[in-house]
């Protein structure tokens, strides 16, 4: 089945050590997306790539960068993660601007 | 901006009808989503609607949308226990981005 691919599912990192998370996809979207999630709030979103376009929300923090070396393949890479960046990290992907289509997410937690 | 408002918790018995409703404010938004969140998994999509459409039903669920007054809902018929979830209304800006609403949790008593 075609489907969005998200790994680890659970990461554990300390605080201020690099750490990146991953996001495959067998859709062929032209599009990939990586979402911020706190408990309890809805997701927010960091930013996206339109084919090899990276757009950056105005409000995320440069302490998030993210790759994109081929169309199936997204990265977030957090630099020096803080207590505060402890979330649900979910990826989406569209064709254009169609409907998204989530991963099950990974589950970020800092010590 | 663009804003999208939903109650934060619905409590219904089994087999009862479930509705979760929505205000959004961006009169251009082409499409409306429902994706529905379990605990410690992502979203999954369960429906959307054009906006020139003022109803869709997909087996139990129903979507309504009055454009007129930026209002959406979801009604789940039969409610079983496994609808017991975060539901998140989504519209679709401009750009293609969506603006979520911040979740309606469902829970079902047996």
């Known amino acids: 089945d075609a489907m969005v691919i998200q790994n680890p599912r659970y990461q554990v990192t300390q605080f201020g050590k690099p750490v990146t998370l991953s996001c495959s996809q067998t859709?062929?979207?032209?599009?990939m997306y990586w979402y911020q999630q706190k408990s309890s709030q809805a997701p927010k979103l960091l930013f996206h790539?339109?084919?090899?376009?990276?757009?950056n929300e105005a409000d995320t923090p440069d302490n998030f960068q993210s790759r994109r070396p081929n169309t199936s393949f997204c990265f977030l890479d957090i630099r020096s993660p803080g207590l505060g960046d402890a979330a649900m990290y979910l990826c989406?992907?569209?064709?254009?601007?169609?409907?998204?289509?989530f991963g099950p997410g990974t589950r970020l937690l800092v010590l | 901006g663009e804003d999208v408002e939903q109650s934060l918790f619905l409590s219904v018995r089994e087999g009862d009808s479930s509705v979760i409703n929505c205000t959004y404010t961006?009169?251009?938004?082409?499409?409306l989503y429902w994706y529905k969140q379990e605990p410690g998994a992502g979203l999954q999509l369960l429906t959307y609607?054009?906006?020139?459409?003022d109803m869709k039903q997909d087996q139990r669920l129903t979507v309504l949308l009055n454009k007129k007054d930026k209002h959406l809902s979801l009604r789940i018929a039969d409610t079983q226990t496994g609808d017991s979830a975060i539901y998140f209304c989504?519209?679709?800006?401009?750009?293609?981005?969506?603006?979520f609403g911040k979740g309606t949790k469902l829970s079902v008593k047996p």
């Open positions: 790539y339109y084919d090899k376009d990276f757009n």
């Open positions: 961006d009169s251009s938004s082409t499409y």
């Open positions: 989406a992907t569209s064709r254009g601007k169609e409907t998204q289509y």
């Open positions: 609607i054009f906006s020139n459409m």
């Open positions: 859709l062929n979207h032209n599009v």
């Open positions: 989504a519209e679709r800006e401009g750009q293609g981005n969506l603006i």
